[in-house]
C-alpha cells in the first residue's frame, strides 16, 4: 500500500513537472547585451548572428552569456565547420565552469526587416531540441538614432501548431482564430547586472549628467532614417500587392471551375432524365476523372501575414521617429526664439 501511493505520489509529480510555465521575461546579463551590440556594430551593414547562451528558470528565461558564429558562405561544408565550431565552443565553456546550455540565438537586422520565413524556420529548428527559446533582435541603424534597439522574440504556440501542419488556407486561419499579429510574441527584457559590475560602473560614472546617447538624441537630421524606411515600406507594399494577385488569379479560377461544374451537372441531369425516359440507368452525378473536379490548391497565406507583419513595423518606426522629431524641432524653435 506504501509502495502503491509512493509510486502515485511520483507519477503525480511527474506530471506536474509537465505543466511549463509561460514565458514572463528574459533576463539578460549587461555583458551579453554589450557582446551583442559589439558584434553586429562592427560587422553593420552586413547580417550576423551568435548563440546564447544561460538557463531556464520557471518563468524566466535568464541569458548569462553569448558567443558569435562565424560568417560564412551557403555551402554544406561549411555549414558542418559552423556546427562543429559552436560544439567546440560550447565545450570549451563548460571546462571554464561557463553556462553552456543554449537558449537561443541573436542576429542583427536592417530597419527592423527581419520577419522573414527564415527566422520561422530558425524558431521551429531550436524548438525541436529546446523547450523554450528566443530570438534577441538587435538593430544597430534604429540604435543610431538614440534608442536602445533591441528586442526578445518568440513563435506563439498557435502559430507553431498551424506551421507544423503547413496549413495556412483562409478556412484553418479562421478556425484557429488567427491573424497577422499573433505571429510572433514579443518578451519584455530585463537588464541584469550582478553587485560587484554594478559597483564598478558607480565608480567609471563621470560627473558630467550628459552622455553620448543624450546627445544622439538631440540630432536633428532624420532625414536618411525616414528615407530608408520610406523606400522599404514601399518594396513590402509591392510584394503585399504580388501576394494579393495570387489569391485573385486564386479565386478567379475557382470561381470558373464552380461554373463548369454546375454546367456539366445541368448536362448529366439533362442526360439522365433522357436515360430513366429511355430505361437506361442513370450515369453518376460526379466523374472523379473530369479535371474540372480536380480541386485547385489555394496559396499560402503565410508570406502576405509576414509582409503586413514588416508593413505594420515600419509604420510604427516611421511613426515613432517623426513623433520625435518634431518634438526636437519645436525644443530648438524655443531655445532659438529665446
Given at each position: 500500500m506504501?509502495?502503491?501511493s509512493?509510486a502515485?505520489?511520483?507519477?503525480?509529480?511527474a506530471a506536474t513537472?509537465?505543466?511549463?510555465?509561460?514565458?514572463?521575461?528574459?533576463?539578460?546579463e549587461g555583458?551579453a547585451?554589450?557582446?551583442?551590440?559589439?558584434?553586429?556594430?562592427?560587422?553593420?551593414?552586413?547580417?550576423?548572428?551568435g548563440q546564447l547562451?544561460?538557463l531556464d528558470?520557471?518563468?524566466?528565461?535568464?541569458v548569462?552569456?553569448?558567443?558569435?558564429?562565424p560568417i560564412?558562405?551557403?555551402?554544406?561544408e561549411?555549414?558542418a565547420?559552423g556546427?562543429?565550431?559552436?560544439?567546440?565552443m560550447?565545450r570549451?565553456?563548460?571546462?571554464?565552469?561557463?553556462d553552456?546550455?543554449t537558449v537561443?540565438?541573436?542576429?542583427?537586422?536592417?530597419l527592423?526587416?527581419?520577419q522573414t520565413?527564415?527566422?520561422?524556420?530558425t524558431f521551429?529548428?531550436?524548438?525541436?531540441?529546446i523547450?523554450?527559446?528566443?530570438?534577441?533582435?538587435y538593430d544597430?541603424?534604429?540604435?543610431?538614432q538614440?534608442?536602445?534597439a533591441?528586442?526578445?522574440?518568440?513563435?506563439?504556440d498557435s502559430?507553431?501548431?498551424?506551421y507544423?501542419?503547413?496549413n495556412?488556407?483562409?478556412?484553418?486561419?479562421?478556425?484557429?482564430n488567427?491573424?497577422?499579429?499573433?505571429?510572433?510574441e514579443e518578451?519584455p527584457?530585463?537588464v541584469s547586472?550582478?553587485?560587484?559590475?554594478s559597483?564598478?560602473?558607480?565608480?567609471?560614472e563621470?560627473?558630467?549628467p550628459?552622455?553620448?546617447c543624450?546627445y544622439?538624441?538631440?540630432?536633428l537630421?532624420s532625414?536618411?532614417?525616414?528615407?530608408?524606411?520610406?523606400?522599404?515600406?514601399i518594396?513590402?507594399?509591392?510584394?503585399?500587392?504580388?501576394?494579393?494577385?495570387?489569391?485573385?488569379f486564386y479565386?478567379r479560377?475557382?470561381s470558373?471551375?464552380q461554373?463548369?461544374?454546375q454546367?456539366?451537372?445541368?448536362?448529366r441531369?439533362s442526360?439522365?432524365?433522357?436515360?430513366k425516359a429511355?430505361?437506361?440507368?442513370?450515369l453518376?452525378d460526379?466523374?472523379?476523372?473530369?479535371?474540372?473536379?480536380k480541386?485547385?490548391?489555394e496559396p499560402?497565406r503565410l508570406?502576405?501575414?509576414?509582409i503586413?507583419?514588416?508593413?505594420?513595423?515600419?509604420?510604427n518606426q516611421?511613426?515613432g521617429v517623426?513623433g520625435?522629431?518634431?518634438?526636437?524641432?519645436?525644443l530648438m524653435?524655443?531655445?532659438?526664439?529665446?
Amino acid at each position: 500500500m506504501a509502495a502503491s501511493s509512493t509510486a502515485r505520489s511520483f507519477l503525480q509529480v511527474a506530471a506536474t513537472e509537465e505543466v511549463v510555465s509561460p514565458l514572463r521575461v528574459v533576463q539578460i546579463e549587461g555583458l551579453a547585451i554589450l557582446k551583442i551590440i559589439k558584434h553586429c556594430k562592427e560587422f553593420s551593414p552586413a547580417l550576423v548572428t551568435g548563440q546564447l547562451l544561460g538557463l531556464d528558470v520557471g518563468s524566466v528565461l535568464e541569458v548569462t552569456n553569448c558567443f558569435p558564429f562565424p560568417i560564412r558562405e551557403e555551402d554544406e561544408e561549411i555549414e558542418a565547420d559552423g556546427a562543429n565550431y559552436q560544439l567546440e565552443m560550447m565545450r570549451c565553456l563548460r571546462e571554464v565552469n561557463v553556462d553552456n546550455n543554449t537558449v537561443g540565438w541573436y542576429q542583427s537586422t536592417i530597419l527592423g526587416s527581419y520577419q522573414t520565413v527564415e527566422l520561422i524556420e530558425t524558431f521551429m529548428n531550436y524548438q525541436e531540441n529546446i523547450r523554450r527559446c528566443v530570438c534577441i533582435i538587435y538593430d544597430p541603424s534604429r540604435s543610431n538614432q538614440g534608442v536602445l534597439a533591441l528586442k526578445a522574440l518568440k513563435l506563439s504556440d498557435s502559430f507553431m501548431e498551424l506551421y507544423r501542419t503547413n496549413n495556412f488556407t483562409g478556412e484553418k486561419l479562421r478556425e484557429k482564430n488567427l491573424s497577422w499579429v499573433d505571429i510572433f510574441e514579443e518578451i519584455p527584457i530585463k537588464v541584469s547586472n550582478s553587485a560587484l559590475i554594478s559597483a564598478f560602473m558607480t565608480e567609471l560614472e563621470s560627473d558630467t549628467p550628459v552622455a553620448q546617447c543624450d546627445y544622439d538624441r538631440l540630432q536633428l537630421s532624420s532625414n536618411p532614417y525616414m528615407e530608408r524606411n520610406m523606400e522599404f515600406l514601399i518594396e513590402c507594399m509591392d510584394d503585399l500587392s504580388m501576394e494579393q494577385q495570387k489569391f485573385q488569379f486564386y479565386y478567379r479560377n475557382l470561381s470558373r471551375q464552380q461554373a463548369q461544374q454546375q454546367a456539366w451537372l445541368q448536362k448529366r441531369r439533362s442526360e439522365n432524365m433522357a436515360r430513366k425516359a429511355a430505361g437506361e440507368e442513370p450515369l453518376p452525378d460526379e466523374d472523379p476523372t473530369n479535371p474540372i473536379f480536380k480541386p485547385i490548391p489555394e496559396p499560402s497565406r503565410l508570406e502576405s501575414f509576414l509582409i503586413t507583419n514588416q508593413i505594420a513595423n515600419y509604420c510604427n518606426q516611421i511613426n515613432g521617429v517623426a513623433g520625435q522629431s518634431f518634438n526636437r524641432l519645436y525644443l530648438m524653435k524655443s531655445l532659438h526664439d529665446n
